[in-house]
């Protein structure tokens, strides 16, 4: 079958459309004809050799797909690795039936995005699932501030944010970018170029905060998304786009009783119950239509390249889906 294989830490310059063998599922594993794959930065990391114990190469990437079963089940799914491919075996809780209506791209677009968003507002404790509830849960409209949020989880975090009734502010590098987010529920657009986001979050919220900083920055960034929050407020940190440590305001942490969270969809995706909870709390959004994946672009797979390009310069919006 054809496959993209990563055959070196070179990026985009490192991936080969190769033949390699089918896999053969296991006892616990369904072969799926994948028709589609979601990129993440995740890809990116990994094809550069900065994904933290990400596989060496060569290695098939793709860690999302949507497709068909032998049983002729439409599926989507969560590999975490292999799903550039035309077959993938996926194990048990790994895959769920997709959505009626949905097309296999948009299937594609959902799992990382989506279970991650919805992770990320359980984390800040804003969720009656949540186990750990905020002091925030209370308010009539906790305010959450999502960074990259033209970005595939941001996208998603605005959508899921604004459905369950958060007040969202959001930063992004680009007028264009902020734009677009406003139909998705966007209240508070902030081009970080041109504006200070923790000046700008705190004239907007008269001084008070936000409840909550999704944070996949890292570096300054950590210490800055702290000064957004207000009393009580969590910071989660789930990603180092910037390539660096994350820094922390003490200070601040101190003076408004802060915490800071973390959040690995790699990690907390083998816990079925959880991902199952998310699934379940999601499912009347995506039968009534509300939450639906927002596909920037679509590629073959033959030009998987040019997708984590697109990544790499930070030209999307939204999902980029491989197609097959
Ligand atoms: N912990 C988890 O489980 C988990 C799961 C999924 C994703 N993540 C993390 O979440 C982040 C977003 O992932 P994604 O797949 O949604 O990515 P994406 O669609 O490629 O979005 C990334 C966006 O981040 C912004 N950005 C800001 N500073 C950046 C920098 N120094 N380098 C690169 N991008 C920068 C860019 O938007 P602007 O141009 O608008 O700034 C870029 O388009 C990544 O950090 C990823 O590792 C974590």
């Not at 799992?111 to 800040?124: D, E, F, G, I, Q």
């Not at 409209?141 to 990259?148: F, Q, S």
């Not at 970080?192 to 409840?211: C, F, P, S």
């Not at 989660?236 to 802060?258: D, K, V």
Request: proline share 6%; glycine share 10%.
């Amino acid at each position: 079958m054809k496959a993209i294989v990563v055959t070196s830490h070179e990026g985009p310059a490192g991936l080969e459309l190769r033949d390699v063998p089918v896999p053969t599922p296991t006892a616990h594993e369904v072969l799926v004809q994948v028709e589609a794959v979601g990129v993440n930065f995740a890809d990116v990391l990994g094809a550069l050799g900065r994904y933290p114990a990400g596989p060496n190469p060569p290695y098939v990437m793709g860690r999302e797909f949507a497709g068909i079963t032998e049983e002729g089940q439409r599926v989507m799914g969560y590999a975490q690795q292999a799903a550039c491919a035309e077959y993938v075996a996926v194990a048990e809780g790994y895959y769920w039936p997709q959505p009626e209506g949905w097309s296999s791209s948009q299937c594609a677009a959902f799992p990382v995005n989506y279970l991650t968003a919805w992770l990320l507002y359980w984390k800040a404790g804003l969720l009656a699932e949540s186990i750990e509830p905020a002091a925030a849960r209370q308010k009539t409209r906790p305010r959450v501030l999502i960074h990259a949020a033209a970005g595939g989880v941001g996208t998603a975090a605005v959508q899921l944010g604004h459905i369950l009734g958060f007040e969202i502010f959001g930063t992004a590098s680009s007028p264009e970018k902020l734009d677009k987010l406003t139909p998705l529920g966007l209240d508070h657009g902030i081009d970080y170029k041109l504006d200070d986001y923790e000046e700008r979050i705190a004239k907007l919220t008269d001084g008070e905060g936000v409840d909550a900083a999704f944070d996949c920055l890292a570096g300054e960034h950590t210490a800055k998304s702290i000064g957004c929050l207000a009393e009580f407020g969590r910071v989660i940190l789930f990603g180092n786009a910037t390539g660096e440590r994350p820094r922390f305001n003490t200070s601040a942490m101190y003076a408004r009783s802060l915490s800071a969270h973390g959040l690995w969809l790699t990690k907390l995706s083998a816990n079925h119950a959880l991902i199952r909870q998310a699934l379940d709390s999601m499912s009347p959004y995506i039968r009534g239509g509300q939450l639906h994946p927002v596909i920037g672009a679509k590629f073959p797979i033959s030009a998987t390249a040019d997708a984590l390009r697109l990544l790499l310069e930070r030209k999307n919006f939204g999902k980029v889906v491989l197609t097959l």
